[in-house]
C-alpha cells in the first residue's frame, strides 16, 4: 500500500478528466470527485499495469467513467463491471451501511424498492422516462426517514436521460446512499 | 498510423491536464494547445507501451510537461529529452524552417544569437533574470524582421521565473519560431 506521499509528491499538477460524463449525477453533487477518480485510477493502472480490472455496478457512474476513460486513452485494460450485492432485504451492500442506526438500516429499504417499482412498471412496458421516474419519486415520498437525493433514468453510458439505467441516491439520516438498476433485468433479492 | 476517427472516436470526452505548467509560456500563448498534447500522448503510450520515450529539448515546455505527465501518473515511462540540433549558423532545426524566406532565414538568426548573448552573459557571471532577460531583448530588437513573442529565463521543471532555461518565441515574417538554451552549457554552432 503506498503512502499519501507516495501517491500525490510535491510538484504533481497532472489530473485526468471524462468531460460532461463527470458533471451529471454524481458529479454534480460532489464536484472534483470523478477528477480524483479518474485521476487517482490512472495512477494505479500505471503502477500496476493489469489486463482487467473490476468495478461494481453499484457505483455505476464511476464504472462507466473509468470504462469510457480507459477506451479514450487506449490504455488497453478491460474494465469488468460486477454486479451489485444486495442483502437478504435487498439493500445494496455498502460499507456506509454500517452508520446506519436499526430503524435507518430498515429505512434504506426504500431505495431498492424504488428500484423495483421501476423495474414493475418497465416489465409492465412503461418506457417514458418521466413516469419511470414518477414511481421510484413515490416509494421515496413514503419513508420519512429519506431524503431524496436524485432519482433518474438515464442512459448507461453517458448519465443523461432519458435511458434504462434508475439510478438514485438518497440521504437516510446522516449517510448518503446510491444505488442503481438496468431496468428490464430482474433484481433478484429476498424481500 | 492510426487515422484521426481511430484517434478520437464520438463520445470521446477524456482529457489529461498538467496544471500550472500548461498556463505558462507557450501554453499562454496557444490555449488548449498543451491538453491536446498531453491528452494524445498518454494516448500514444497507451496504443504502444513504451519503456522509452524521446522528446527534444528544442519543444522545452512540452518535454518537461510530458516528463512531469509520466511521472505525476506512474506511467513507467522513461522521457528522455534529447539535445537540439543546430544549422551550420546556430539556427536550431525545425520544420517550421522551410516557410522562411532567404530573407526570414537569415533574420532568424536573432533567436539563437540572443540565446548566445544571454549565454555569455551567464557564463561572466550574471545571474539575474532580469538583466539577462535584457540581454536577449537587446538582440531580438536590432532585428528589423523580428516580432518577439517573448523572451524569459526560467525554472526548466516549472517554466516560472526565475530559473536557468533561456526560453523565446519570436514571429518572423509570418512564421513563429521557438528556441531555447540551458544557460552554463555550451551553445555549440558553426557561426
Given at each position: ?76 485494460i478491460e474494465i469488468v463491471t460486477v ?16 452508520y446506519l442506526s436499526d430503524e435507518e438500516?430498515?429505512a434504506a429499504r426504500c431505495l431498492v ?79
Amino acid at each position: 500500500m503506498p503512502g499519501l506521499e507516495d501517491m500525490y509528491p510535491p510538484g504533481a499538477t497532472t489530473r485526468v478528466r471524462v468531460h460532461e460524463l463527470d458533471q451529471r449525477l454524481e458529479g454534480a453533487q460532489r464536484p472534483g470527485h470523478f477528477e480524483g477518480v479518474a485521476t487517482v485510477v490512472t495512477k494505479l493502472f500505471g503502477a500496476t499495469r493489469p489486463h482487467r480490472a473490476y468495478f461494481g455496478q453499484k457505483d455505476a457512474q464511476q464504472a462507466a467513467l473509468i470504462t469510457r476513460m480507459a477506451r479514450d486513452l487506449d490504455m488497453g485494460i478491460e474494465i469488468v463491471t460486477v454486479p451489485t450485492v444486495r442483502d437478504s432485504d435487498g439493500v445494496a451492500l455498502s460499507s456506509r451501511n454500517a452508520y446506519l442506526s436499526d430503524e435507518e438500516r430498515k429505512a434504506a429499504r426504500c431505495l431498492v424498492g424504488a428500484l423495483r417499482a421501476a423495474n414493475t412498471a418497465f416489465h409492465e412496458g412503461e418506457r417514458d422516462a418521466v413516469r419511470l421516474r414518477e414511481r421510484m419519486v413515490a416509494v421515496l415520498a413514503a419513508e420519512p426517514l429519506a431524503r431524496p437525493n436524485y432519482a433518474e433514468v438515464v442512459d448507461p453510458t453517458t448519465f443523461e436521460s432519458p435511458g434504462t439505467l434508475a439510478v438514485l441516491a438518497v440521504r437516510i439520516g446522516r449517510t448518503r446512499l446510491i444505488d442503481n438498476h438496468p431496468l428490464g433485468q430482474p433484481l433478484d433479492d429476498a424481500s
